[in-house]
């Protein structure tokens, strides 16, 4: 009993923390389930190992082998012609065989720098896509409570021209308004339907992702509070600065122009001279009809200089140059390109803020003017229908701009510390 009480106590406990931090919950699910994520995961792995391959290119190598051979000799005859008995003859060897390279032109070294950056590249990458998995799955759950908001509001602008409809037909009846202020309510309840069932329809679109994105069920409800304490860059140059030094993009470029000059070195290091040194020992029996055994031990060094393969190893110098070539000019632009993004995330955070802002007081003031309009069309003064309908669309609009810039204003949040290249779960729980 108290061991199914414990269990009981840590699941509300989890529910419990999963409803005070429902992002850091969703983006967590995201992180440990995306298949593309985990498939990085195991690229990583899968590359850590050729630095093993590599390395054992300085050890060396050991081979036995084994053969058993079993001849028969028949209908055998002499130069004069007369008969020689049939004989047989069941030879076995055992040999073992040591192989080690003593020099091969700097390219087993080469190699296996090149694997060194192949594996940072790797873990770069990985990094990459685990930005890119984080900002989607944010981006996706921040617009379902927007579009949840959204929905809300329509319904309730929905229930409210439905009630003002009930009222007016009332109203039109006793002769205090007319049949065209009637109009009016009635044409602005259909288009509030309409609105209604436009922002159902994007909601279940936004749920749609949110599964497919976290690869979990939408919950019923969501709880949040949007002002994450997300730490940013102070200023633009700052921001700069940081992605200079963080964005995976910018880094694997960079991998890739060193990875580019250990090619070519890899494929100078094929037209140098390289040398090997190998010991085999073997054990032979029934070696021939006249010997039982031998033992043999044999000691070989090997110098090899390759001078030309019909133009292949030139031709493959002269294409790891233009590689090379190609990697650098990659990098200029990526460079650019990191800078550009970064100043676009910037950019739209400022954006974003101000716009918030500037909705907050939209909303205030709507309110106000459509709780006086409506008061004064209440009271029967000179207020009109029309100028109701507008109020209340005014409002309508005023609320979900704001759910809407609250949504922008912490995406663009993340969209610069993804720029930069700090975003990550570390970060987020630090937070």
């Given at each position: 009993m108290k061991y199914i009480l414990a269990i009981i106590f840590l699941f509300v406990s989890y529910n419990s923390a999963n409803a005070e931090n429902g992002l850091i919950f969703y983006l967590e699910a995201a992180y440990q389930n995306n298949p593309k994520l985990n498939a990085e995961r195991k690229n990583f792995k899968a590359t850590k190992q050729n630095i093993n391959i590599s390395r054992s290119e300085f050890l060396p190598s050991v081979s036995i082998t084994g053969d058993i051979d079993s001849s028969q000799s028949s209908n055998k005859t002499n130069q004069s012609g007369s008969n020689i008995p049939d004989s047989n003859l069941d030879t076995e060897t055992k040999k073992i065989s040591i192989d080690q390279k003593i020099f091969q032109g700097f390219k087993g070294y080469n190699s296996l720098k090149k694997s060194e950056l192949e594996t940072k590249k790797a873990s770069f990458k990985l990094k990459e896509v685990q930005q890119d998995v984080i900002l989607d799955a944010a981006s996706v759950y921040l617009d379902f409570i927007y579009k949840t908001k959204s929905t809300e509001f329509n319904l309730a602008n929905v229930d409210l021209l439905e009630r003002q409809v009930e009222s007016d037909s009332a109203r039109a009846q006793r002769g205090e308004i007319t049949l065209t202020d009637l109009a009016q309510s009635e044409s602005s309840l259909a288009g509030a339907r309409a609105d209604s069932i436009k922002s159902e329809t994007e909601l279940l679109t936004t749920k749609?992702?949110?599964?497919?994105?976290?690869?979990?069920?939408?919950?019923?409800?969501?709880?949040?509070?949007?002002?994450?304490?997300?730490?940013?860059?102070?200023?633009?140059?700052?921001?700069?600065?940081?992605?200079?030094?963080?964005?995976?993009?910018?880094?694997?470029?960079?991998?890739?122009?060193?990875?580019?000059?250990?090619?070519?070195?890899?494929?100078?290091?094929?037209?140098?001279?390289?040398?090997?040194?190998?010991?085999?020992?073997?054990?032979?029996?029934?070696?021939?009809?006249?010997?039982?055994?031998?033992?043999?031990?044999?000691?070989?060094?090997?110098?090899?200089?390759?001078?030309?393969?019909?133009?292949?190893?030139?031709?493959?110098?002269?294409?790891?140059?233009?590689?090379?070539?190609?990697?650098?000019?990659?990098?200029?632009?990526?460079?650019?390109?990191?800078?550009?993004?970064?100043?676009?995330?910037?950019?739209?955070?400022?954006?974003?803020?101000?716009?918030?802002?500037?909705?907050?007081?939209?909303?205030?003031?709507?309110?106000?003017?459509?709780?006086?309009?409506?008061?004064?069309?209440?009271?029967?003064?000179?207020?009109?229908?029309?100028?109701?309908?507008?109020?209340?669309?005014?409002?309508?609009?005023?609320?979900?701009?704001?759910?809407?810039?609250?949504?922008?204003?912490?995406?663009?949040?993340?969209?610069?510390?993804?720029?930069?290249?700090?975003?990550?779960?570390?970060?987020?729980?630090?937070?």
């Open positions: 749609a992702n949110f599964e497919r994105i976290i690869l979990t069920t939408v919950p019923k409800e969501i709880k949040e509070n949007l002002n994450f304490n997300i730490i940013l860059p102070e200023s633009l140059n700052k921001a700069l600065k940081i992605s200079q030094e963080n964005n995976p993009k910018l880094i694997i470029a960079k991998l890739d122009y060193e990875i580019s000059k250990r090619n070519l070195n890899i494929e100078k290091g094929i037209l140098s001279p390289s040398a090997s040194i190998n010991y085999s020992k073997s054990k032979t029996r029934d070696l021939s009809s006249t010997i039982d055994k031998a033992d043999n031990e044999t000691v070989k060094a090997t110098v090899t200089w390759p001078i030309i393969k019909g133009g292949k190893n030139y031709s493959s110098i002269k294409k790891s140059k233009l590689k090379k070539e190609q990697s650098n000019l990659i990098l200029k632009d990526t460079k650019y390109q990191i800078d550009t993004n970064t100043a676009n995330a910037w950019s739209l955070y400022q954006s974003s803020e101000s716009i918030l802002r500037a909705t907050e007081l939209q909303v205030k003031a709507a309110e106000i003017a459509n709780e006086g309009i409506t008061q004064e069309y209440d009271s029967g003064s000179d207020r009109t229908t029309l100028e109701v309908v507008q109020s209340r669309s005014l409002l309508l609009n005023a609320r979900i701009d704001h759910a809407k810039a609250e949504r922008d204003f912490v995406i663009s949040k993340f969209k610069l510390i993804a720029a930069i290249g700090t975003l990550s779960m570390e970060n987020i729980k630090k937070s």
